[in-house]
Nanobody
Framework: VQLQASGGGLVQAGGSLRLSCAASGRRTISSYFMGWFRQAPGKEREFVAAINLSGGRSYYADSVKGRFTISRDNAKNTMYLQMNSLKPEDTAVYFC???????????????WGQGTQVTVSS
């Protein structure tokens, strides 16, 4: 599966953005657990959110809990990350990923999108 992340941009603190992750290829995202990760300059790539196959279960990093919402539309072969109340510390390149197990670890995700830049100004 090939993943394409989009929707990043420059936003003021307190604003909102919605990221999308469109999939293509022989298998659809309905076959995969999906997740979002982010990487700020000089830092390790970190887990943000994960969602199970049906979309009925999700999990968030403490830093984004209550502000971000992960969702998926298997019919559209697309996953989303709605980001509200953005903070400057949310500035990072955001990556979508697909894997074969329910996990928050980077190593468990087999397929990665190219990343989309999110910049939050204070």
């Amino acid at each position: 599966v090939q993943l394409q992340a989009s929707g990043g941009g420059l936003v003021q603190a307190g604003g909102s953005l919605r990221l999308s992750c469109a999939a293509s290829g022989r298998r659809t995202i309905s076959s995969y657990f999906m997740g979002w990760f982010r990487q700020a300059p000089g830092k390790e790539r970190e887990f943000v959110a994960a969602i199970n196959l049906s979309g009925g279960r999700s999990y968030y990093a403490d830093s984004v809990k209550g502000r971000f919402t992960i969702s998926r539309d298997n019919a559209k072969n697309t996953m989303y990350l709605q980001m509200n109340s953005l903070k400057p510390e949310d500035t990072a390149v955001y990556f979508c990923a697909a894997g074969n197990s329910w996990s928050f670890a980077r190593s468990e995700y087999n397929y990665w999108g190219q990343g989309t830049q999110v910049t939050v100004s204070s």
